[in-house]
């Protein structure tokens, strides 16, 4: 092998040979790739196509071996190996894998493009999974505008429905606003420290210069959390989410609102903590009104929903909220809790969208209405449903509870009670709505006693998700040792 | 006051003017044309920072390329709307009332750039900014290649995959129904 | 004398170079397209004013354009219809101020000498359209929205068959382009960007076969259609200098710009000036496009751009790519 060039500052063969920490991302990539390629082969047949793309997250996930246990930054420290990049990589993976397998039956009915829908799926997973695993600015901006760009796209795909267009449209519109601000954010930071490497960017400010710099610093801090908050889905950034949600085709609201907020979490905690976490004061009190706000608005305006799709976007709205107490708090104890919750919240919340997605490819709509004697025609998907519900309120012994517990007592640690009392009131607020579907499920004669179908995939994918809330509830204690261990190697 | 410092402050009113314009013109052709004016300004603002590669890529992809994606846009939308006629009706007085609660003219908005621009103005006083970030203040075009494929060969490449999704998404969201099987026949 | 009169003594001398030159050869090519054109048809062309040859005819356009009346028609956009022949011909002019005539005639060597090219240039699209809405006429809206199209369609195959020389020398600068030619001109090597640049070039010329934009068949005229007198003489002013451009840089780019043939000996390159070789080889460019213009039928607009999309883009993806994979074979063969 010809020996390889040094480029600038950087050692060509170094770099190649660490090209192996990206495994997951290039597959990932490789197999969105392949998929766009072949699709226009299969004429129209695209259904074994959900195979391929599986199969391509399952091997990124065995691309993850050689990451695992790693740690400092690689590739011309465009990437970071740490707890936090090593837990979220798979989270991301996963949620990514469940939306999958929960697709082919509805993109079948509705007419949607297979081939590109994986593809853009894959793709968004790549960004989000960078935005997670960096320290380098421009790469998370990259991994947001990667993840945003599939996403507007993915939203817009019902063609015939202008709903789907409404959706895509206010997506793009209100996501490119957002990117804005936060670059506008991203570029006052930089102006500040010289650098757009977080690590560097803590340092930059710590020995006085944070004071020195205070005015500049506090104007960023204000533009980054309204461009996270935009993508948090965080109030009062939120108003396009329920349209949105809406509006896009289902498995994409549940992606959406797992993949690319959960994504937007882990990228605020590396900026925040990592970069600005010398000004933690100024941040998390910011961080601490937004989380109330936004639970309490979610919750109470989920409480007036007729349509269970917009009625689960409030409810990711107001999830959004529980998760940003993390932030809030910004203890190590948080953001290790907040790292829980992320995972307990991607397998619930994908479960309880897996049952719209099961009734809308059924050919019902998604009113309440809809739901009437789903436990007398479809027991399991009822049953299923009503364990994610309890796991999305938090009662015990779910995945949610125990992710409630750790922000519930990481708040009251650090000592705002006002939080942790007004997470407990919203879980209690909560209870109302999804005992509204419930109620109908099992209470409610149904319309017609015809019974409902689903393929095995998507049965695949149902069971992922539900055993996911099942397992990280029951099994807490080794996912406790892991985000705990997570938090440990964050500066 | 440098010559350099009244280059930049005459670029940057030209570059607030057309922006201006640019939200405010009725006539959406106009309104294209002052936003090159605005990409030809902050072209000119690279250039006294003696940044000669970011002003070519600039007036290259800004004054040329995405000026020319918004002009075909605006060519295939409604001639009505071309031609500023889809405005509030009337004249005098009326007229000048719609105009100041307009979303997009009014006097809303102008509170807000207003208010937004006296932040900023204070923020920027009030900072006591570091000189020039470390490194070359005005690097080479070779230096720029040097970083773009070493240090960032990494985001370089995940760039082009955005440019992939982006074309991937273009094709999906316009490809015709039944544009799949054969293409369109032409006459 | 101080400095930056000094200074401002060169910029104004050699702005009034090029200006000059611009116009001379504009002069110039109007004749010889139309003794050429002739040529090609059989015919003889003009011969009356300047006898035997008529290479007076010229000079009569010039005064019949500057003594027609200025007309601005009813219902124009005013300030665009005035603008738009002012921002076609500066782009025009300013890209002379890279291409190296000698190998010290040169207005500025800048080291992104390419990439000001094609930033400069990409600015003759917003003149079209801004002439072709101005104007207020259906036709030369379509005209405008036709040139927007093509010029779209050539111009990422014209930039990309760029890469190839700026790979093989290793520099943005046109300069430096034409001193990496030395031993080899590029077009040796480089064939297929030739051809590419070529053909996207006479595409961004808006010339036949590819001159949709100004079909007289369908369209009467074209973008410029309700102009007339010296306003219309800055459209045909910067055709005019836009071919020569086009000529110049693949001369540049290709053809060893101001180098003698490498395979001379010594001796016989000396004897004649640089400059004289890079105006005999951008001028037989010229006429070569003019040939091509005079022989081929027009193309329709579908073909146009399918040709475009479909074929040259490849194309020129594809010379890319080869340039990469022999760029170690032409340095071990010791060619670059």
Redesign the interface.
Known sequence: MPTLPIVGEVDTAVLVAQLIFLLPELILAVTGTVIVAISPLLRGRERPLVFVAATGVLAAFAGLGPSVGGAGEVLARMLVLDGTSTFFRPVFMLGALIVIGLSPDYLARRQVPAGEFYALVLFATVGIMLMASTHELLMLYLGLELASISGYVLAGMLRSDARSQEASIKLFLIGAMGSAVLLFGLSLVYGITGSTNLVEIGHALTGGAAATFRPALLAATMFLVAGFGFKMAAVPFHMYVPDAYEGAPTPVAAFLSVGLEGAAFAAAIRVFVTGLGIIQPNWAAVFAVLALATMTLGNVTALLQQNVKRMMAYSSIAQAGYILVGLAVATDRGISAMLYYVLAYTVMNLGAWAALIYLSHNGQSEELADFAGLGRRAPLVAWALTFCFLSLIGIPPTAGFFGKFLLFSAAVDAGLFWLAVAMAVNSVISLGYYWNVVRAMFMEEPATEEPLKASPVFGLGFTLAVLGTLLIGLGAAPFFRLVSAAVVTLP | MTGLQIAFLALSAVMLFAAWKVVTSD?I??AA?WM?LSFVAVAGIFLTLHA??L???Q??VY???I???V??AI?LSDIRELRGEGEPAGAGLGRRVRRLVSRRLGLAPAAVAVGFAA??Y???R?????GL??GDPAP????IG??L???????FE??S??L???M??A???TLR?GG??KEEK?P | MPAWLVTLGWAVLKASLILGFVLFNALFLVWWERKFAARIQSRVGPQRTGRPFGYLQSMADVFKLLSKEDVVPARVDRWMYVLAPIVIFVPAVLVYVVVPFGPNLIVQDLNIGILYVAAVTSFTMIAIVMAGWAANNKYSVVSAMRAAAQLVAYEVPLVLAVIGPVMLAGTLSLQGIVRAQEGLWYIVVQPLGFLVFLTAGMAELNRAPFDLSEAESELVAGYNIEYSGMRWSFFFLAEFSNLVAVSAIATTLFLGGWQAPWFLPAAVKGLIPPVVWFLAKTYFLVTVIMWIRWTLPRVRIDQLLDFGWKFLLPVSLANIALTGLLFPVLVRLGWI
């Open positions: 006539i052709v106009h044309l090159v000669e590669f002003f070519a890529v007036l290259l004054a040329g390329a000026t020319a994606l002009i075909f060519m932040v900023m204070s923020v920027y009030a900072t006591p900014w570091p970030p470390p080479s075009t070779l230096a040097r970083e494929f070493g240090t960032y060969v990494v985001p995940l760039a995959i955005v992939l999704v982006a991937v998404g094709i999906v969201l129904e799949r099987e032409r």
